[in-house]
């Protein structure tokens, strides 16, 4: 059965940092491109990152480019995202998911999604 399962969200204070994992079962990642999204209440679904180890490539959306950093730990099946330097504005539910084909910021070519964790900052 594949699954996906974030972990590491939480309550911050801004300025704060935090790193969310993305455990995979059921498939291997290392052969998978890995997205990171998130979405606050009453906002679209974001996409904020995604690394293709085939392709070699990594995406990071403007608004997390230098703040965050996507990496993959083949051997744990887990791929990672360093959240630094978080603002009220980063609060959300924060997702994985997986897909075969490109590094893609948009949602709809992801197959696998996770359940989601929560990131709270706030003072």
């Known amino acids: 059965q594949v699954q996906l399962v974030e972990s590491g969200g939480g309550l911050v204070q801004p300025g704060e940092s935090l790193r969310l994992s993305c455990a995979a079962s059921?498939?291997?990642?290392?052969?998978?491109?890995i997205g990171w999204f998130r979405q606050a209440p009453g906002k679209e679904r974001e996409g904020l990152s995604c690394?293709?180890?085939?392709?070699?490539?990594?995406y990071y959306a403007d608004s997390v480019k230098g703040r965050f950093t996507i990496s993959r730990d083949d051997a744990k099946n887990t791929v990672y995202l360093q959240m630094n330097s978080l603002t009220p504005e980063d609060t959300a539910v924060y997702y994985c998911?997986?897909?075969?084909?490109?590094?893609?910021?948009?949602?709809?070519?992801?197959?696998?999604w996770g359940q989601g964790t929560q990131v709270t900052v706030s003072s």
């Open positions: 690394s293709s180890s085939s392709a070699g490539s990594i």
């Open positions: 059921g498939f291997t990642l290392d052969y998978y491109v």
């Open positions: 998911a997986a897909q075969k084909y490109y590094c893609s910021d948009d949602a709809s070519p992801y197959d696998y």
